[in-house]
């Protein structure tokens, strides 16, 4: 147990509906990231936040998908309209900025939309 | 695109050592080198970084070339349970973490 948590673990959805998920990171770290990956792959860098703010976005972050931090603390992943190419593991990490910073995982949430 | 290149897959008798190369021929003066893990369905779980140094841990050893070119990760009495795939990444501050396909490792009974 790394000490970043998620939620859902697991999510079933129909295509066309809207999925939400959660991150908790360690409390004291101030950067989040969001990854995304697919069966076989690496993760994949979808965004992240320094504190509450967003920094930088992946062009794999399309329209339909939208991240926020309110409050530089627990953050959320929703994809809205979701298609059956969103099926994927999506990983939420947090560190603290630096140059030797070292990102931390959780366990991840896995989506399946049919 | 990834900057590493690992072999795709790798054994590893129980009880022995395991060891790992990364080629990283074009890594920058600034650029660690990171080793993270995967167990199948988990999260990936970091295990060292070093920069230019020989790095040790619990877990595992990093040795690193002097070009800094390449780059070793030592499991030094593998179990069953360092069955995992294991991600090679250099990052300098400032950039992501951008991970490759990795090294299956199977550790054998």
């Known amino acids: 147990d790394t000490g970043v948590s998620q939620d859902p673990r697991h999510k079933i959805t129909k295509r066309g509906q809207n999925v939400t998920f959660r991150c908790d990171p360690i409390?004291?770290?101030?950067?989040l990231y969001w990854y995304r990956q697919t069966l076989g792959q690496g993760p994949e860098f979808l965004t992240y936040?320094?504190?509450?703010?967003?920094?930088?976005k992946s062009r794999l972050l399309s329209d339909r998908f939208s991240a926020e931090r309110p409050k530089g603390s627990f953050s959320t992943l929703e994809i809205q309209r979701t298609e059956q190419g969103d099926s994927a593991m999506y990983l939420c990490?947090?560190?603290?900025?630096?140059?030797?910073?070292?990102?931390?995982f959780g366990p991840g949430t896995r989506l399946l939309v049919l | 695109d990834a900057k590493t290149t690992q072999p795709p897959s790798m054994d590893c008798a129980e009880g022995r050592a395991a060891n790992l190369p990364c080629n990283h021929s074009?890594?920058?003066?600034?650029?660690?080198v990171y080793w993270y893990r995967q167990i199948h369905s988990q999260g990936p779980q970091y295990i060292i970084h070093?920069?230019?140094n020989n790095e040790t841990n619990e877990m595992a050893s990093l040795i690193i070339t002097e070009d800094r070119k390449s780059s070793t990760l030592i499991l030094p009495h593998a179990t069953l349970r360092d069955t995992a795939v294991y991600y090679c990444?250099?990052?300098?501050?400032?950039?992501?973490?951008?991970f490759g396909p990795g090294t299956r490792l199977s550790v054998l009974p």
């Open positions: 070093g920069l230019k």
């Open positions: 990444i250099v990052r300098a501050y400032g950039q992501n973490f951008v």
């Open positions: 074009t890594i920058s003066g600034n650029e660690y």
């Open positions: 936040f320094q504190n509450e703010a967003q920094l930088e």
């Open positions: 409390s004291e770290h101030n950067r």
């Open positions: 990490a947090s560190s603290l900025a630096g140059d030797r910073e070292t990102q931390y």
